[in-house]
C-alpha cells in the first residue's frame, strides 16, 4: 500500500447521486476529517452527511470481519474457502434441483460500478439466470422504463450546473432537493437568488416552497392529471413548439386529443387545486425560453410512477425544451450510484448499457464477449423474486449491500417471504435485520477500502480512492462473485477492479472510452456518458440532434390520470406519504454509526416521527411530540406526533430511517404495471393518541 501518512485524498461522497467531491484527511493511515472539494456537481460544498457522516462508519467496531455460517439457528465464524464452498455448494444444489431460474441476486446501488458488474455477471454466469436486480426497482425504475421508452434513454438529460445556472424557470416536480440531494438544493437556491423563478409541485410544504414563485400543493398521487392540466392550457394557448413536434417527435395527435378532457377546472378538482395555478403554473414553464424539469420519487414511487415519468416527457417534449442547454428531464438519482448500477446491467431485463435482452443482437454479444451461454429469459425484479420466495419458485437468493426488511414495503410480508427461502446470503458491512435472516453473512468492504467509480445523477462517471486500510481478512467484494461464480462452473475471473472497466468499456458503447487510466486527467470532472472512445470528451447533454430511440424520434405517450391503488376511506382517513430526511440516510447503517450527526439532527430526532397538520392534531387532541398509533391495512407502528402545517389537512408523512417506527410496516406494495415500482408515496392511515 501507499503511505498511509498522506494527508488529503480526493474520493466520491457515498450518500446521494449528486456525486460530490470530497477531500478525506489521512493522518497515519487514519481518516480523521473530510473537506469539499471542487467536482463538478458540487463546487467546493457538501451537505452534513458528507461532511460529517462519510467515513466515519468504515471504522466501526459493528464491521463484520468474518464470513458466519448459521448452524443450529446460530452463526457460526468460517473461513473464505469454507463459506465459499458453502454458499457456491448449495446454490449449485438449489439449481440442480428447481432450476437456474430459482436463483436471484439483488446487486448494491451504494458500492461501486465494477462490484456491480461483476455481481451481475456472477449472476449471470454462474447461477445462469437473469433473476438480477438492484434498488433503483425501489426508487427510479420508472425513469429507466419512461423515459427510455419516450426517449431512448432513461438518464438525466442535463447537467447540475446546466440547469442550475442562468435558466429562466425550475419546474421541480416531486423533489425535497434540500433535504435529498442537498448540494444540487443550495445550487437551486443559489440560482433563484440570481433570479430563476422556481415552480414547486409537491404536496408538502418542503424548504423550497419558501423560495418558490408558485407552489402547487396538490394531492398525493395526482401528478399524471396536473401534467396532463398543464399540456391542456400550453395547447390552447398556442404555446406547444409546433416545429419541434413536427420534426423530432411522434404520437402528438392522439396525445394532444386526450389532454383536450383535461381542462384546469376539472384538473383542479382531482388536484385539490386552484385552476389559475394550473394556468399560471403551465404559462411561467411553455413561456420560458431555459427550463428544465427537475424531478425524484415524488413522480416515481406510485402505482402509476412509469406513467407519471412519461407525462414529464410529454410536456417537456410539447415545448421543445429536450436537447437544449438549460432544459430537459432530469431525475435525480437516490442513491450515490444507482445510475451507475442500473448502467452495469444489474436489471432482468437488461445487460450491460442497457442492451436489452428481447434484442435479437444482445446474447450473442454477450456470450461470445463472456465465452459462455447465456440463459435468454428475462428475468423477475426484486419487487417479483421477494413474493416468489413465498411461492417457492425462488428457493436462492444472494443479496448484496441492501437490507429490504428495511427498506422494502409491507415488512411484515418481506419478513414472511425472506423466511420462506431455502438460502439465503447476504454480503454486508454490518449485522443488518436482513442479514440476522440469513444462512451465511459475507463481510463486505466499504467504498473507503476500494479503488473504483460511482456514476452519479448526470451521468458522471468518478473515482472513488482506496482512502483506508482495507480491514483485516475481508476479501474484495468482486473476487467474492468471481470465486462464487467459479466454483458454480462459470467462466469468469478479474485481476483488479481497473480490469473489470476495462471489460465493461469493451460491452458498452456508452463506456467506451472510459479507463482508471483516462479518469486521472479528469479528477474533478470526472466523464460523462456517453463516451465512446478514448477521444470523446463524453456528453453533458443528451438528445441535441436526435433521440436515441429506433428511428431517432422521440414519442408522446397517451396517458389517462387513473386514482392511486390505494385512497383513504372512513377506516384509515389519512394519506400516507414517504421520504428522506437532511441528517439521516435510509437505513441509517452509516449515519447511526457517525457520533455527532445525532445531536446536529437536533429535536429528539433519534426517534421516529409522523407529521399531521394541526388542524387535524386539534380534533385528534394531540399536540407537538405526543405518542401516536399509526395503522394501516399491513401494519401498526407507535410513532411520536409533529405537528404543523407542513401537510395539508388529511395527510401525513413519515420517513423510514427510525427502528423504532418504520413506515414500511405501512407502506404498500403495490406497483406500477411497467416498471414495479412499488407505491411508497400513498397509502391510507389511521392515526390515534396512545
Ligand atoms: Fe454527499 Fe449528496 Fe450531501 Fe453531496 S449532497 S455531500 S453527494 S449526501
Redesign the pocket.
Known sequence: YRDWETTKMQT?????????Q?NMIVRNGEIVDAE?ANGA??KN???????FA?YRFAASKDRLTKPLIKRNGKFEKASWDEALDYVANRFSQLKADYGADSLAGFSCSRSINEDNYALQKMVRVGFGTNNVDNCARVCHAPSVHGLGTTLGSGAMTNTVKDITTDVDVILLIGSNTTEA??????QIRGAVRNGTKLIVIDPRKIDLTNIATLHLQQKGGTNVALLNGMMNVIINEGLADEKFIAERTEGYEKMKALVADYTPEKVAKICGLEPTEIIKAAEMYARADKAPIVYCLGVTEHSFGTEGVMSISNLALLVGKVGKPGCGINPLRGQ?NVQGACDMGCSPFDLPGYQKLNDPKTLPKFEKAWGTKLNPDIGMTSTQVLPAAKTGKIKGLFIFGEDPLVTDPNTSAVREELASLDFLVVHELFMTETAQMADVVLPGLSYLEKEGTFT?TERRVQRVHQVMKPLSGVMDDFKVFCEIAKRMGGKMDFATTSDIMDEIAAVDPAYGGISFDRLKAHPNDGLQWPCTSPTDPGTPILHVDRFTRPGGKAVFMTLPYEAPNELPNDDYPFMLCTGRELYH?NTRAYSERTPGIREKAGKGRDLSYIEINQINAAEMGISDGDKVRVSSRRGTIESYAAVGDVVQPDAAFMTFHFPDGNSNFLTNPATDDIAKCPDYKVCAIKIEPV
Not at 466520491?12 to 460530490?20: D, E, H, I, K, R
Not at 440531494?181 to 443550495?186: E, K, L
Open positions: 466520491t461522497c457515498p450518500y446521494c447521486g449528486s456525486g460530490c470530497i469539499p456537481a458540487n460544498m457538501l451537505c452534513v452527511k458528507g461532511r462519510a440531494h442537498p448540494v444540487i438544493g443550495a450515490n452519479n440516510y
